[in-house]
T-cell receptor, first 110, second 110 residues
Framework: GIQVEQSPPDLILQEGANSTLRCNFS?????LQWFHQNPWGQLINLFY???GTKQNGRLSATTVATERYSLLYISSSQTTDSGVYFC????????????FGKGTKLSVKP | DGGITQSPKYLFRKEGQNVTLSCEQN?????MYWYRQDPGQGLRLIYY???????QKGDIAEGYSVSREKKESFPLTVTSAQKNPTAFYLC?????????FGQGTRLTVV
């Protein structure tokens, strides 16, 4: 079936550390996106990354579509990076109907 | 400012009542979506609409209804038939495969 799996489920970091979050997705999932859900619940778009690599400040993401995975890198983490990180992709011919993973809960300690 | 506005932020409902959650966007996006999030979980699709006056059920449509009379607006009604309506509800819109989200409505049944 259609699956989006994220790892690790929980991650605790000291401020300044680097981390890698992983998203594995099944055959029919494409148009991958990464989101950060802040403590107030809002989903912030981080990357739209169906393939290749993108960077935005301390964050970067890589999707290898042929191998069905995507990675989100956070460098020099800050306490404001805390929250839940979701990857999601749409399936088949749909536009924007996203299948979400269960998320990685990141806690950055000062 | 362009964006997606959901209201109210918090909503309390008595058992047996219908309530309507508002979602408005001024991004000129064609497609709009409603998702539900339960604690510790990813988002699940309730309904989506690709064009005005047309909408389709998502994975968990039972107990919900929607309308799409205007491009900018996609209200969600949580009916008394929804057995467990307490959740965080997120509205999204997209013009292509990339989706953007509102700030959410937290619904609690009392």
């Amino acid at each position: 079936g259609i699956q989006v799996e994220q790892s690790p489920p929980d991650l605790i970091l000291q401020e300044g550390a680097n981390s890698t979050l992983r998203c594995n997705f099944s055959d029919s999932v494409n148009n991958l996106q990464w989101f950060h859900q802040n403590p107030w619940g809002q989903l912030i778009n981080l990357f739209y990354i169906p393939s290749g690599t993108k960077q935005n400040g301390r964050l970067s993401a890589t999707t290898v579509a042929t191998e069905r995975y995507s990675l989100l890198y956070i460098s020099s983490s800050q306490t404001t990076d805390s929250g839940v990180y979701f990857c999601a992709g749409n399936y088949g011919g749909s536009q924007g109907n996203l299948i979400f993973g269960k998320g990685t809960k990141l806690s950055v300690k000062p | 400012d362009g964006g997606i506005t959901q209201s109210p932020k918090y909503l309390f409902r008595k058992e047996g009542q219908n309530v309507t959650l508002s979602c408005e966007q001024n991004l000129n996006h064609d497609a709009m979506y409603w998702y539900r999030q339960d604690p510790g979980q990813g988002l699940r699709l309730i309904y989506y609409s690709q064009i005005v006056n047309d909408f389709q059920k998502g994975d968990i449509a039972e107990g919900y209804s929607v309308s799409r009379e205007k491009k900018e607006s996609f209200p969600l009604t949580v009916t008394s038939a929804q057995k467990n309506p307490t959740a965080f509800y997120l509205c999204a819109s997209s013009r292509g495969p990339e989706a953007f989200f509102g700030q959410g409505t937290r619904l609690t049944v009392v």
